[in-house]
């Protein structure tokens, strides 16, 4: 018999989750929410791609099989169920070709909800469910059919007014209540999350000491990938990034067939998903194992940029502080080697008051990280007073946000810009856990010191040494 496939499931944490919803809504008047898993999408013919569940779906329950949703009814009196399921009913040969499904009874025991009902009851359970409620809570938009399914579901209700029934009177977003629960991760995700961190950087390592002249971008790509599913993750995080030479300069490039030249820079920013965590790295190292001179300045500005976000990165600062810490460093940087002029920029200031660092420099220092790589969360505080501009306060930091910390500098050829950088790209990419007094990296386990990463593919290269007779 086939039997399931998931992790251990954390019972009290998911339950604890649904409870915390439970009383923001009570608070907030009470009413119904609902919490639709992702639907699965179609490859091409009688082919889908690999099935991946709703994150705000699957923070709340741990189940990850598709045709499912979420209630939670916090307007319920009595022994009424609080938490419901719906999810697929159990069907023996289906399972033949599909593997092991729970079914509601099975997964309202394994999950801890109250009751479950199959999925195919949906449109006949629903319009109870959601009738008289006071109101919906609902991420209204996030799906085009599914929101048409729902407001099939508010006419049936609507149908029966003359019965005294009546529709949910108000509707409100859901996303934002559990985007923030989701901001500041519990024990049981950051101990996932340093987990999936140490196998990404398992196989950033092995690339790196994969890495030579003449190979193509796609095999250090499967030099990823094997590690990834080697050591028990589900998939990437998100599409690798695989670039050499001038391709490091496309921020998204994916891995390619290009191949790998004598004095290239290959930027790598690539990692894995492990029970439903992302983590995230960047790391860029010498085809040839050996920085050039030019090669080395621009890395070592990136390399301090990143040091000096890291140190402004902790509980009581705002979001853009790390942001704000590297663009100086790197504004100095360009300064330094040329790449913005000093005959036109007399300071440091000039060049951020201009915005001329955005040259080679476009892209935000870092970003939430989570159950999704571009994890959810405002970076602004909602409510709080607007500046002069109308433009709301950024985000404090507190104690157990994850986020990334990824300067760079990416220079593209052209006249105004000194030839030694052209066709330079550089990231450098860590994951950290906001902590009281400072950061907590945890994807420190590949090199990012150059001497190191030098060190690390030096040791790779070298010939075994022979047996002694």
């Known amino acids: 018999m086939n039997q399931p496939t998931e992790p251990a499931i954390a019972l009290d944490v998911y339950r604890q989750r649904r409870d915390r919803v439970l009383a923001s809504l009570r608070a907030r008047g009470g009413g119904v929410a609902i ?13 889908d791609y690999p099935y991946r569940h709703d ?3 699957y923070y709340l329950t741990g189940f990850a099989e598709p045709d499912a949703l979420l209630v939670l009814d916090a307007s319920a009196a009595g022994d009424a169920p609080r938490s419901i399921l719906f999810c697929r009913a159990k069907n023996p040969e289906r399972e033949i070709w599909e593997g092991f499904h729970f079914g509601p009874e099975a997964a309202r025991d394994a999950f801890g909800f109250d009751a479950a009902f199959p999925y195919d009851a949906l449109d006949a359970e629903m319009p109870r469910l959601i009738a008289d409620a006071p109101a919906l809570h609902y991420r209204f938009g996030a799906s085009a059919a599914f ?10 209700v609507r149908a029966r007014a003359r019965a005294g029934v009546a529709a949910p009177g108000a509707a409100f977003d859901l996303g934002p209540l559990v985007d923030d629960m989701r901001l500041v991760k519990d024990a049981h995700e950051q101990a996932t999350m340093r987990r999936a961190a140490d196998i990404s950087a398992l196989a950033h ?5 994969a890495c030579r002249p003449g190979i193509r971008e796609y095999e250090l790509e499967a030099e990823l990938l094997y590690t990834f599913r080697r050591h028990g993750a589900q998939s990437p995080a998100y599409g690798s990034i695989v670039a050499t030479g001038a391709n490091a300069c496309v921020l998204h490039y994916p891995a390619g067939n290009a ?5 290239d820079l290959v930027l790598i920013d690539a990692a894995c998903e492990l029970d439903g ?3 995230d790295i960047t790391r860029t190292f010498p085809a040839n194992g050996r920085f050039s001179g030019p090669q080395r300045a621009l890395y070592d500005i990136v390399l301090a940029a990143q040091e000096a976000a890291i140190a402004a990165t902790r509980a009581g600062t705002s979001f853009d502080a790390p942001h704000d810490a590297a663009v100086r460093v790197l504004a100095q940087g360009m300064l330094d080697t040329g790449l913005v002029p000093k005959a036109r920029f007399a300071s440091v200031d000039d ?3 201009e915005r001329a660092y955005t040259r080679f420099y476009m892209h935000r220092t870092g970003h939430w990280l989570g159950m999704d790589v571009h994890d959810c969360g405002d970076y602004r505080e909602r409510g709080a007073a607007r500046d002069d501009d109308g433009a709301l306060p950024s985000r404090v930091l507190h104690a157990g946000m994850a986020l990334t910390i990824e300067p760079g500098l990416y220079v593209r050829p052209a006249d105004d810009v000194p030839q030694a950088f052209w066709n330079v790209g550089i990231r450098i990419e860590d994951d950290a856990f906001v902590t009281p007094t400072g950061c907590e990296l945890i994807t420190r386990g590949v090199p990012v010191a150059a001497d190191e990463i030098e060190a690390l593919m030096r040791d790779a290269q070298a010939p075994s040494p022979r047996p002694q007779p």
């Open 259 to 263: 191949i790998v030249n004598d004095g």
């Open 351 to 353: 060049v951020i008051a």
């Open 35 to 47: 919490v639709p898993t992702a639907p699965e999408v179609p490859r091409n013919r009688d082919s």
């Open 147 to 156: 929101d048409s399914r729902l407001n099939g579901w508010l006419d049936a």
């Open 55 to 57: 994150s705000h779906f």
């Open 205 to 209: 390592r092995r690339a790196m000491a």
């Open 277 to 279: 965590y992302a983590s």
